[in-house]
Nanobody, 118 residues
Framework: QVQLVESGGGSVQPGDSLTLSCETSGFSLDFYAVGWIRQVTGRERELVATWNSDDTTIYADSVKGRFTISGDNFKMTVTLQMNNLRPEDTDVYYC????????????WGKGTQVTVSS
């Protein structure tokens, strides 16, 4: 059974840090790129960061230098360290496993809320 379980969201002040974790099971990280997508209802979806099992990463321009994504193949976990958070980072963050091919399905977590306000 495929599962993506997010944790670590919350409410913080501008400049604070949060760590999001995505525990995965039921599929191999060798065949998926796992990352975080953020979206609030009515707003455009944004790819925040993606991690591949060869440790290559991709970041949105808006988070470069502030967020760091990492993965652990053994623990099947992908972590997003978010530093120097800004109010515009407020959103629902979804863990997403991209199959990289139309021949396999993508997988989604249920989402975790991140709120940055003073």
């Amino acid at each position: 059974q495929v599962q993506l379980v997010e944790s670590g969201g919350g409410s913080v002040q501008p400049g604070d840090s949060l760590t999001l974790s995505c525990e995965t099971s039921g599929f191999s990280l060798d065949f998926y790129a796992v990352g975080w997508i953020r979206q609030v209802t009515g707003r455009e979806r944004e790819l925040v960061a993606t991690w591949n099992s060869d440790d290559t990463t991709i970041y949105a321009d808006s988070v470069k230098g502030r967020f760091t994504i990492s993965g652990d193949n053994f623990k099947m976990t992908v972590t997003l360290q978010m530093n120097n958070l800004r109010p515009e980072d407020t959103d629902v963050y979804y863990c997403h496993a991209d199959s990289l091919t139309p021949q396999r399905p993508d997988f989604w977590g249920k989402g975790t809320q991140v709120t940055v306000s003073s």
